[in-house]
């Protein structure tokens, strides 16, 4: 259990006012670790009657009984009120002390001390007093400190991270938020990566008895404490040990934490592990972890596989809000992808393949559901990758498809392979230098057809698209070879290029197909 704050029998022994008197322990030191409540000074033959646990009892052992059972009885009691320990000073009757007074205090764990020289009991009982007085007025206000900031969330509103990171810096250790399917939800570390706090985070949590009060459990020595929903239990809350024991300001912490946690539950309507999935999705496409080994952690500890497995990222870029869409797949991707909204109209999925897997199938199926919320859905695919530390590679590829797509377009998903010189120019769209391309190049055209009402720029668009071939554009364009022909010397001359100059034909068919992207 928790250790609870305050002087230890071995604290007091070290204080100047009795380690002058030169203390040795005899007995019970394996005890010595005890709370020491009060001190109480006695010379009386029955003290047990005057004392209520906690005490550190100092006696010169005059009144001390010879007879051996009468020593047991003294001690019996003693230990029976729950003393926390004997302090005989070796002066006045005793020069050492009585074997009966040392079998009787092992007997019954009581830590027995003497002291070789004499000392000042009353000094000793106005230092400890002080220092007790003032430890508890320090709890108090260290109670009152925890109670108010947690308040203070509460009435703020604040989200699940912000709880967690808050029990994190009033303990100084490493707490973690998790769900009934012992899936880490939320990991702040303390001292340590989160790598080390989540290293096989499900199999350690389901080795550590799951109770309904806090308790410290397990072999690894977790104080954990429930956090519920609506009345039923929804997970817990985790403090991981360190090299300190747990003490009662630990768990007061701990349990106005998952108390804090409880009503944010009933504030924030967006599932945690929903907003834990887009957080690690952020920070591995984003590349903000620390080490490889971290976001493989944190990705197992929500349950994905990450061994053996490949990694897709995937776009979903709707018209309208993401939100829903984001809960759609969420659900029908479950356990087997992190899903999260990047942006408003943008939801990223990073699946988990196993090794070999097909992913086609996979997206297909992605793309259909987002369809069915969403018919404006455009999916867009990056490459596969063996490592999560290349996932924000698949991510760019997968932007810069994005970026490329045409309107209108009836695939279910897209990938790099699918680009071409089009959906390249349909990317540089808004760059100036593009625009101005198109008007150095064709803007001359254009202008002469609207104020003529001529048609040579729909003719050197057939004349570009049959590669040159004058019986195919005449067909496409529906005139006669001779009227094609005088077609094309008007644009040579207006346009100042050689239309049998495989580059200027070049030249001008990029500026018509960018004229058709700008014009959408």
């Given at each position: ?13 070290a ?89 009787a ?37 260290r ?40 899936q ?14 989540l ?13 309904d ?9 977790w ?15 985790v ?196 625009q ?28 570009l ?56």
């Amino acid at each position: 259990m928790p250790q609870k704050q305050g002087l230890t029998v071995a604290d007091v022994l070290a204080l100047p006012v009795l380690a002058s008197g030169r203390p040795e322990v005899v007995a019970g030191e394996q005890n010595l670790d005890r709370l020491v409540r009060w001190v109480h000074i006695t010379e009386l033959t029955d003290p047990a009657s005057f004392l209520k646990g906690g005490e550190l009892v100092l006696t010169t052992g005059v009144p001390l009984p010879g007879d051996a059972s009468l020593v047991r009885r003294y001690v019996d009691e003693l230990a029976d009120v729950g003393a926390a320990a004997l302090v005989l000073e070796l002066v006045r009757r005793f020069h050492r002390a009585p074997e009966p007074l040392i079998r009787a205090c092992r007997a019954r764990g009581l830590p027995l001390v003497t002291l070789a020289r004499d000392v000042n009991f009353l000094e000793v009982t106005q230092v400890v007093h002080t220092l007790i007085l003032g430890n508890q007025t320090e709890v108090l206000r260290r109670t009152q400190q925890i109670h108010e900031a947690f308040t203070t969330l509460t009435l703020r509103g604040a989200g699940p991270e912000e709880v967690v990171r808050t029990a994190v810096e009033m303990s100084r250790r490493t707490v973690v938020l998790e769900n009934l399917a012992h899936q880490a939800v939320i990991c702040e570390p303390a001292g340590t990566d989160a790598e080390t706090a989540l290293a096989h985070w499900e199999r350690r949590s389901r080795a550590t008895p799951v109770v309904d009060h806090t308790e410290v459990l397990g072999e690894e020595g977790w104080l954990t404490t429930p956090v519920e929903f609506q009345g039923e239990r929804w997970g817990r809350v985790v403090m991981l040990p360190d090299t300190r024991s747990f003490s009662a300001e630990d768990v007061t912490v701990l349990e106005r934490a998952a108390m804090t946690l409880t009503i944010a539950r009933l504030i924030h309507s967006t599932a945690w592990e929903r907003r834990a999935h887009r957080t690690v999705l952020h920070d591995i496409a984003e590349q903000r972890y620390r080490s490889p080994g971290e976001a493989r952690a944190r990705a197992a500890a929500l349950g994905l596989p990450v061994t053996d497995a490949s990694f897709l990222a995937v776009l979903v870029d709707v018209p309208r809000s993401a939100g829903e869409v984001e809960t759609l797949l969420s659900r029908t991707l479950e356990r087997t992808a992190l899903v999260g909204t990047l942006t408003e109209r943008r939801v990223g999925v990073l699946l988990f393949l196993r090794k070999g897997q097909p992913w086609q199938s996979t997206v297909e199926q992605l793309s259909r559901t987002a369809r069915e919320e969403d018919a404006g859905a455009v999916v867009s695919v990056g490459c596969e990758v063996g490592d999560l530390t290349h996932v924000a590679r698949s991510f760019r590829e997968a932007g810069r498809v994005a970026e490329a797509v045409l309107p209108g377009s009836d695939l279910l998903f897209h990938r790099l392979s699918d680009i071409g010189l089009r959906h390249l120019l349909h990317t540089l769209r808004d760059d100036v230098r593009v625009q101005d391309y198109v008007e150095r190049q064709i803007g001359r055209l254009v202008e002469h057809d609207a104020r003529n009402g001529t048609e040579l720029l729909p003719t050197l668009r057939h004349y570009l698209d049959a590669a040159g071939n004058k019986t195919i554009a005449a067909r496409r364009g529906g005139i006669s070879r001779q009227t094609l022909y005088d077609r094309l010397h008007a644009l040579e001359r207006l346009l100042d290029r050689d239309l049998e100059l495989g580059e200027h034909r070049t030249e001008l068919h990029v500026a018509l197909l960018t004229l058709d992207v700008l014009r959408g």
